[in-house]
């Protein structure tokens, strides 16, 4: 089955559910899912609509076109996917494996729709991985010109039609330049309970707090370090007697479920984002 998926957003008012149920109802569309959400307190609407688009008797861009006089009409910001395109996905990496591994575990095992055509590094430790998945691997050492490595970085991304940047560990804080550019479009794994402990070291810093549980999170890139949106957190409570390495290795667990979370929600487009945060719309089965 071919879905048409529809991401829609805009002030709350009175009619709004109505006119777009109405809209693809009056075309013979069969709604397969329908889930919205009001924010009281922002007083703003947003909606996800799920459409079997596998009989069309009009095509795509029809369809897309006659929305956008609706929206116009509502004022909507809104966006449109496709469920037989799959995402073409790149992983940045720099030593550690085990967010890697998971993420191309998923994908071959058909839990993520995405394609994978490369994998990019800082460090050479991870290329076995990529051998292993059949998988293009680029290490593009950072050395003394940090702005040119990242601009090779960017050339791959273009290169090869990249929708999706996955920071699985890439330990490197990217330029304001590089994250305006792939707004919304680059997922984070930091490995801290954000807002706590940003940064570097959080398994140090949470160490020497003496926390009793620990936690990771899965957010958009923004050019302020670890405060962009939120998509996916979760934690694991923990015991004084964890040295900083112990809480790492506890950590790995957590960060790879999170990540591959946020992951999965992006490529099934069950987020959209307003302002600073995420509305991450659950999934129905």
């Known amino acids: 089955m071919i879905k048409a998926i529809f991401l829609i957003q805009t002030n709350d008012r009175k009619g709004l559910l109505a006119s777009v149920v109405d809209f693809f109802y009056s075309r013979g ?3 397969l899912k329908c889930q919205q959400h009001t924010d009281s307190f922002e007083k703003r609407f947003f909606m996800r609509i799920e459409l079997d688009a596998s009989d069309m008797k009009t095509s795509r861009k029809e369809l897309e076109d006659e929305f956008a006089v609706l929206a116009s009409s509502l004022s909507l910001e809104w966006s449109c996917h496709w469920s037989d395109y799959k995402t073409r996905m790149a992983i940045l990496v720099s030593k550690t494996s085990h967010c890697l591994y998971d993420l191309l575990s998923r994908q071959h095992e058909g839990e993520l729709n995405a394609e994978i055509p490369l994998i990019i590094s800082n460090h050479p430790d991870l ?3 990529a051998e ?3 998988i293009t691997y680029y290490c593009l050492p950072v050395g003394d010109d940090k702005k040119a490595q990242e601009e090779k970085v960017r050339e791959l991304l273009r290169k090869f039609h990249i929708d999706l940047v996955v920071l699985a560990r890439y330990m490197q804080i990217l330029s304001s330049d590089f994250t305006d550019e792939w707004k919304n479009r680059i997922i984070n794994i930091h490995h801290a309970f954000l807002p706590a402990f940003q940064g570097a070291n959080p398994y140090k810093r949470a160490y020497e707090r003496g926390v009793k549980m620990i936690g990771a999170t899965a957010h958009y890139a923004s ?3 670890d405060q962009g949106p939120i998509i ?4 694991v409570r923990v015991s004084h007697e964890l040295t900083p390495e112990g809480l790492r290795e506890v950590g790995k ?3 790879k479920q999170v990540l591959s979370t946020a992951v999965k929600a992006h490529l099934e487009h069950r987020i959209i984002v307003y302002q600073n945060r995420t509305i991450v719309f659950s999934v129905e089965r």
């Open 29 to 31: 569309y069969n709604i």
């Open 232 to 235: 996916e957190q979760n934690v």
């Open 223 to 225: 050019e302020d370090l």
């Open 132 to 134: 292993q998945f059949r």
């Open 253 to 255: 667990d957590c960060e």
């Open 127 to 129: 290329e076995r991985v």
